[in-house]
């Protein structure tokens, strides 16, 4: 599972249960296999060539520079997110694009697990601003969780300010997922939020884009198969990565009007283990399909 995580919003995924691990906690994290969350979320900046010479290899920022990736890669997998805050707040003021995007990330996790208006909000803006110096601090060949990052607080900030400043704000949001697919076309996650994205604009209905016409003159707009083709894309990178995608591939293929599909994505994301504080929604959400479309408990348990 990747960096899907969510409450709601313009794209719903923008939005896991966390506690203070100790030493030993983290010691023994360090000798599993990190869980796959999010698409993104593994992995440094430092890109080498095959071609280059060892000497050529650049040289981290710091000496433990990649550990404190590596280490608070794996506490976010596992959903540890404030161990991870307590290692990456230390570089809040630091001019290190790839360590500042993750501080961002867990922020707003800390933001969507806040049960207080108040908290939700102070921990979004607070990860925006992380967010906004992570790309100031960009190298000229980018930085892949940066963009993704932007694109998603952008939202959490436009659902603070109110729908007009979320619409505004939506091509904005659009052009940080294609810079991110355009440095890591492999990330799920991120086309299941361009994904998104465009489910959200082709399920307007013709009041809301009425409104939204008046006030912005052309509004975002797309189509279903649009929206299905990129959550399709996604699934074939990593299957079954995120109960959101599945999720959204059932909504798609029900508005299509083809409801044996839709029920079987459905039952999918039903199925899928509930983890987070987004796996625990969706799945709330899949069952009420089910339960609308009749599909009895019994079928479900004798079909996992």
């Not at 190298?139 to 109110?162: R, T």
């Not at 016409?213 to 083709?229: C, N, V």
């Amino acid at each position: 599972r990747k960096n899907m995580r969510g409450a709601r919003s313009i794209f719903t995924v923008f939005r896991r249960f966390t506690s203070a691990g100790t030493a030993a906690q983290t010691m023994r994290l360090l000798k599993v296999s990190p869980r796959s969350l999010f698409v993104g979320a593994g992995g440094t900046s430092l890109a080498v060539s095959f071609f280059s010479a060892k000497e050529d290899k650049p040289k981290p920022p710091f000496p433990n520079y990649e550990t404190v990736i590596r280490e608070t890669d794996l506490l976010y997998e596992n959903y540890l997110i404030d161990n991870a805050y307590n290692i990456l707040r230390k570089y809040e003021t630091s001019e290190y694009p790839e360590l500042l995007w993750r501080l961002a990330r867990v922020l707003c996790e800390k933001g969507k697990l806040s049960k207080a208006q108040a908290n939700r909000k102070k921990y979004f803006l607070e990860a925006f601003t992380v967010i906004q110096r992570a790309l100031s601090c960009e190298p000229p060949e980018g930085s892949f969780g940066a963009h993704k990052w932007m694109a998603i607080l952008l939202d959490y900030v436009g659902e603070i300010e109110g729908t007009k400043s979320r619409i505004a704000k939506s091509y904005e949001v659009r052009k940080h997922l294609e810079r991110a697919l355009e440095i890591n076309g492999k990330d799920a996650t991120t086309w299941h939020i361009l994904g998104l994205w465009h489910f959200t604009f082709a399920d307007m209905s013709s009041i809301t884009r009425m409104a939204a016409k008046a006030i912005f003159g052309t509004p975002p707009s797309s189509t279903y198969q649009e929206a299905l083709e990129l959550f399709l894309k996604a699934e074939e990178l990593q299957p079954n990565f995120y109960s959101k995608n599945t999720y959204y591939i059932g909504e798609v293929y029900d508005r299509l009007g083809r409801h044996d599909e839709s029920i079987k994505y459905y039952r999918q994301s039903f199925m899928a283990p509930v983890v987070s504080a987004d796996d625990r929604d969706t799945h709330h959400l899949a069952h009420e399909k089910l339960r609308k479309a009749k599909v009895a408990a019994e079928d479900l348990v004798n079909r996992r």
